[in-house]
């Protein structure tokens, strides 16, 4: 009656090689992605793009007649949606294996928002709407980059250090 004998080894053997997987798993040999990995072409470009919708804001705050026209403002626009799209898709495929996409959503809330403020100039707002909008734009751009920053940094900190 070898079997009870053998029967702690088999225990012992076992309990070895959950130690081994664990210990793999914890070293970072088994890896979790919950976020997605820090992407400079975007955080360069975002900042760009905030730039230049703030240097927009403050043109159309100042400007008067011709200047102010949707008209003379199109290429704007043009440019701003085509980079939105382009960072929305980048956006899209760093969060594919992610069950919460808060990139890809802010990129689409930041389309809609250059969508929305295309048709607002058009009717020629009142200087009082361009403020709101920007204060809008600020906000919505303040997030994407606190976000893109926390993926470079690792951290919520919201002061960047």
Known sequence: ???PECFPDRIRWRGLVGAVLLGFALSGCVSLNLAPDYDPVMDQT???LHA???AF????LSATGNERAYSANKEFY????G?????GTRAENLEAELESKPLSENFSTLRAQY????????????KGAL??????????FRAILMHIRTLKTGTTDSTGS
């Open 115 to 126: 969508v929305d403020m295309r048709l607002l100039h058009q009717t020629n707002p009142p």
């Open 1 to 3: 009656m070898n079997r």
């Open 83 to 87: 980079t939105v799209e382009a960072m």
């Open 52 to 54: 230049e919708t703030a």
């Open 78 to 81: 043009a440019r701003a949606l």
């Open 46 to 48: 975002v900042t760009k």
């Open 131 to 140: 403020a709101s909008a920007k204060q809008s734009f600020d906000q919505l």
């Open 57 to 60: 804001f403050e043109k159309m």
